[in-house]
């Protein structure tokens, strides 16, 4: 096995020992380093190979330096549902992983009236290269305007588009959640139920929306008291469920804007002796671990959060991912949602 190179001085090799094996310029080991693309392949082959006879390691201290950022990129969430997050996180993760970025993860209250300074104070301390904010707090345009300002870069992920293709990944809540209603309208269900996910949270609004275009679409309406608000915690699917379904004609199928308070609801309903879907229909969103762990299995619609985060990197440093990162011209900041049927779902029991 041949023995390691090391420096001029004996000492650990640096970037310029590196430059000088490759027959280069220290600025073009920096792009090799950096994967940058406007590098040809024979000028990359020779620093990869002085890199690895020299036993070269970068100093990522030195590269923050350069680059006047950290190699970090942020994830912001204030949001509910832990699951939520955990697979956006590992969408990001899975795009990050053969580079040399680090994730970091920032919960932020949005409720509070000093949200924006935290946040300030976080990206100004920690410079990351650039910031996902997942939503609610994705819809607040000053968030944006405060990451512009810092120059961080950003993208905003959500239920529906609310930036340019630079700064968005979203999802089309509205046009599945109809689907999802309309193949229970065509099994004959007329009495439908709606819980609703957070006050403030655009998702829940979009899948509000797609619920009533579907109704209203097959000249159907929803009752008042076969709606329920939620909170996408379980806990609202089994308010919503002992509300709904206590009523001396409750609906034959009720749809939930989260697989969390579908489990809820479908909980209430095995209390009270109620066949799902014999009786009760139920329909969740997320397509989440929940969804195939209660039975029976849940019909849902899957939300492609961790595909998000995956886009949502490459939107955000695909210039620190290498080129199968980097986006098309023409490719869609929109990830379709699908409506998946499993065994909640069936026809309503006859009259």
Request: glycine share 8%; aromatic share 6%; net charge neutral.
């Amino acid at each position: 096995m041949a023995a390691r190179a090391t420096g001029k001085s004996g000492k650990q090799p640096t970037i310029n020992d590196v430059a000088a094996l490759a027959g280069v310029s220290k600025k073009t080991v920096s792009r090799v380093i950096n994967r940058s693309e406007f590098i040809t392949e024979k000028t990359r082959l020779a620093v990869q190979q002085a890199i690895e006879t020299l036993g070269f390691v970068p100093n990522p201290q030195a590269r923050a330096l350069a680059f006047r950022r950290n190699f970090l990129i942020a994830l912001l969430h204030d949001n509910p549902n832990a699951q939520t997050v955990l697979n956006f996180q590992q969408g990001v993760l899975d795009a990050i992983k053969d580079s040399d970025l680090a994730l970091l993860v920032r919960p932020v209250d949005r409720g509070s009236g000093a949200m924006l300074e935290d946040v300030r104070i976080f990206l100004e301390k920690q410079r990351p290269i650039g910031a996902m904010l997942l939503p609610p707090i994705s819809e607040n345009d000053e968030l944006a305007a405060l990451c512009e300002s810092l120059g961080v870069r950003y993208v905003r992920v959500g239920s529906a588009l609310l930036d340019d293709a630079r700064h968005c990944v979203s999802s089309n809540d509205r046009e599945v959640v109809a689907e999802a209603v309309r193949k229970l309208i065509a099994l004959g269900h007329r009495r439908i139920g709606f819980v609703r996910g957070p006050a403030g949270f655009r998702s829940a609004a979009e899948r509000e929306k797609g619920f009533h275009e579907a109704l209203e679409e097959a000249g159907l309406s929803l009752a008042d008291d076969h709606y329920a608000p939620g909170n996408y915690r379980y806990t609202a699917g089994v308010e919503a469920g002992e509300k709904i379904l206590s009523l001396a004609e409750p609906p034959t199928a009720i749809f939930c804007s989260n697989d969390e308070m579908a489990a809820g609801v479908m909980s209430v309903a095995h209390g009270k002796g109620m066949a799902v879907p014999g009786e009760l229909s139920i329909i969740g969103f997320d397509d989440s671990p929940t969804a195939t762990h209660i039975w029976p299995t849940l019909s849902t619609v899957r939300w492609p959060i961790r595909e998000m985060g995956v886009r949502a990197a490459r939107t955000l440093v695909a210039d620190f991912l290498g080129k199968e990162a980097k986006l098309a011209e023409d490719e869609s900041p929109v990830l379709p949602s699908t409506f998946i049927e499993r065994q909640s779902v069936a026809p309503p029991p006859p009259r």
